[in-house]
């Protein structure tokens, strides 16, 4: 079965800093999400990465994966509060349910 | 809004109760997960149903139980409850088949169902 761990689990930043949440996956996984969520409310998918080497950008967040290392990346830019949320990464095969990890808790503070 | 739509939304109750959690997929979304999320546990796979048969079981206790029917709507029985019970629970559903690869993969949350034991 697939592990995902993430680290850090929790993280406070100021705003304006960059920072990089990690996720590191047991066994080969077809693809690996992100996810943010905000408290108490619902998962919403922001990246998937298929392949080694595979970045995606979407304001001030990008995600990476090397296949090779079983890690993902998702790298925060100039951090605003508004991406305060707990982000997860997820792997697992295609058709199948995804395995998360236990989420990075992110707070950005003025 | 995901698509995904689970009923009750809050629900509170005794030890020893019954409760059924309903979930109504993504139109046309053939399979549905059911996934626990507590502080202690994080989230957690139950179970997967696929056009109406189980496709696969995660950490599901004898005391749960789920189908899903033939209109692909699902109900989570949990019986017997206990107070380690309390958790939110997600309903979730993927595309269908016919979708793009990156899309058949991808999981579709609801909004959950927060379950108290009291």
């Known amino acids: 079965e697939l592990k995902v761990e993430q680290n850090p689990l929790f993280l406070s930043m100021q705003e304006g800093k960059n920072y990089t949440i990690y996720c590191n996956y047991s066994t080969t996984s077809d693809r690996l999400y992100w996810y943010r969520q905000d408290p108490g409310k619902s998962l919403e998918s922001l990246f998937v990465l298929l392949s080694n080497g595979a970045v995606k950008q979407e304001g001030r967040l990008m995600a990476s994966l090397d296949t090779k290392a079983r890690l993902s990346t998702l790298h925060i830019t100039a951090a605003v509060h508004d991406l305060s949320a707990t982000y997860f990464c997820?792997?697992?095969?295609?058709?199948?349910?995804?395995?998360f990890g236990k989420g990075t808790s992110l707070l950005v503070t003025p | 809004d995901s698509g995904v739509t689970q009923t009750p939304k809050h629900l509170i109750t005794a030890t020893g109760q019954r409760v059924t959690l309903r979930c109504s997929p993504r139109?046309?979304?053939?399979?549905v997960y059911w996934y626990q999320q507590s502080l202690d546990q994080g989230l957690q796979f139950l179970i997967q149903y696929y056009n109406g048969e189980e496709r696969a079981k995660g950490n599901i206790l004898e005391r749960f139980s789920a189908q899903q029917f033939p209109d692909l709507h699902s109900e989570l029985n949990l019986s017997s409850l206990e107070l380690g019970d309390s958790a939110l629970y997600f309903c979730?559903?993927?595309?269908?088949?016919?979708?793009?690869?990156?899309?058949?993969?991808?999981?579709?949350f609801g909004e959950g169902s927060r379950l108290t034991v009291l």
């Open positions: 997820a792997g697992g095969d295609s058709g199948y349910a995804l395995n």
């Open positions: 979730a559903s993927s595309v269908r088949s016919m979708g793009t690869i990156a899309q058949i993969g991808e999981l579709f």
């Open positions: 139109s046309g979304d053939l399979s």
